[in-house]
């Protein structure tokens, strides 16, 4: 059997490593099947070095499927309950990597994105995985084994067991029985190796829905003066906020940037913004921000007004004790710019109305975001095979032994180490779906 894995990323290399360990137990038993992988980067896992800042948070102890986004959810639930964080820790750890567990984040304990790359190619060529990188494809299409090349690209079905795949690179031709597509996407890097990959899956049948990025950060709509003025001043400040968007919200740390939103919690509602931007066909997404979000309005109000000499205090000063300097001050001129112009960073004494109004305006700021980072600089992104066209073990239901794995299908995750976790449970789907089927002699 020959098995071309289009993809040399995580889901990729987790795929022909499940496979390759499946023969490797059950050497007497069967015939080794001939796995090889193709990659167009210069080097395999490329994708893999960049994660978690270079450290690779490789999966998450609160892994479920409602930490993705999938039109059905269902669909999710049971790749994963095909396998769990905790047999992905174990995997690694028999490659013979130690594992460090931060709050149920996940990393290698070198702390080095690179140890989980390394371990994971080093696995698969010691098990006999050719890996070949610099290969670009060019195409992918079905040929009948029983005729010669000239019926490359014919209509194909299920049920024609004769048909083999014709996989063109450009640099060599590969045929193989079966192929696993983990070709990812264009998120995060600046040369796109996947628009031939796609072109193939459309012209085998397969419905692709566009990529769009996620995990990003946003751009928001400065064209009144009020909000370029807070952005200007209040540029590099990171500070923990509730977001709120589309019915969705996320708590964690923002960071906010000349052009607009960024950090965590935003990479987390990034998807709710592309899509809507993109599916709703909105001019501007409205964003909600709590910047006191562990605080209660009245709350804030009793703590600053118990304060020594409140009567002599500035609202500036009051304010700047709960809050960053340049974040407090940006926001009283942002409150008394669209609110009320007599409130002013140096006023005293501010009645306990008029302070209760102003804590009301900074627990639910709103901003309106016009545009999503491109997806050159995004982590991930939404998109790609529709999920009602695959198995449960991952294969085409147009096309027998044609799979898919990771980046590539219809789902993403929010930051954590959910969307690496995505990689190795669909890589270890499809290669136990592989491995445990019959195959009949060529």
């Known amino acids: 059997m020959r098995i071309i894995i289009a993809g040399g990323g995580a889901s990729g290399l987790f795929a022909a490593y ?88 996940v990393y290698p304990r070198s702390m080095q994105a690179a140890t989980i790359s390394s371990a994971l190619i080093n696995a698969c060529r010691l098990l006999g995985v050719k890996l070949i990188n610099n290969c670009v494809i060019k195409s992918i299409t079905c040929v ?32 193989a029985d079966c192929v696993i597509l983990a070709y990812g996407s264009n998120a995060g890097i600046t040369t796109d190796y ?21 995990l990003c950060s946003l751009y928001v709509d400065m064209t009144k003066k009020h909000y370029a003025d807070f952005f200007k001043k209040s540029s590099g400040v990171r500070t ?16 906010i940037t000349n052009y607009g939103l960024s950090g965590i919690v935003i990479f987390q509602i990034s998807h709710i913004v592309s899509e809507s931007l993109y599916q709703k066909k909105k001019r ?12 209660e309005s009245t709350d804030v ?62 627990k639910n700021v709103s901003f309106y975001v016009n545009k999503t980072n491109d997806i050159a600089h995004a982590q991930v992104c939404m998109g790609g095979v529709a999920t009602q066209e695959l198995t449960d073990n991952l294969e085409s239901r147009l096309i027998e032994n044609l799979y898919f ?8 995750g929010i930051c954590g180490g959910y969307n690496l976790m995505w990689a190795w449970a669909t890589g ?8 445990n089927r019959e195959w009949k002699p060529a």
């Open 301 to 362: 109000c009793r703590l600053l007004r118990t304060q020594h000499f409140y009567e002599k205090r500035t609202l500036l000063d009051l304010i700047s004790g709960i809050l960053n300097g340049k974040l407090a001050l940006a926001l009283i001129q942002l409150y008394s710019a669209m609110i009320n112009r007599q409130i002013t960073p140096d006023v005293k004494n501010i009645s306990e109305e008029e302070l209760l109004e102003v804590i009301s305006f900074m």
């Open 240 to 255: 923990d906020i509730v977001v709120k968007a589309e019915n969705f919200s996320y708590a964690g740390e923002l960071q």
């Open 144 to 175: 009948d084994s029983s005729n010669d090349s000239s019926s490359a690209g014919k209509a194909y079905n299920r049920h024609e067991k004769n048909n083999i795949f014709c996989i063109e690179a450009d640099k060599s031709t590969y045929y």
């Open 18 to 105: 499940t496979i390759a360990c499946h023969y490797h137990r059950h050497s007497a038993d069967m015939t080794k099947p001939d796995i090889t992988v193709l990659d167009a980067n210069d080097v395999l896992g490329k994708k893999i070095l960049s994660t978690g800042n270079g450290r690779c948070n490789l999966c998450n102890t609160d892994t479920d499927a409602l930490k993705y986004y999938c039109e059905d959810n269902l669909f999710v639930k049971k790749i994963l309950a095909q396998f769990h964080y905790s047999d992905a820790m174990k995997a690694f750890n028999r490659m013979g990597v130690a594992l460090k567990d931060k709050g149920g984040y």
């Open 428 to 435: 270890y789907v499809v290669g136990r779906g592989i491995a």
């Open 405 to 412: 794995c990771g980046e590539c299908i219809d789902v993403d």
């Open 194 to 214: 996947t628009g031939t990959v796609m072109k193939s899956v459309k012209s085998l049948g397969h419905k692709l829905h566009t990529y769009l990025p996620s």
């Open 284 to 295: 501007e997404v409205k964003l909600y921000v709590d910047f006191l979000a562990s605080y």
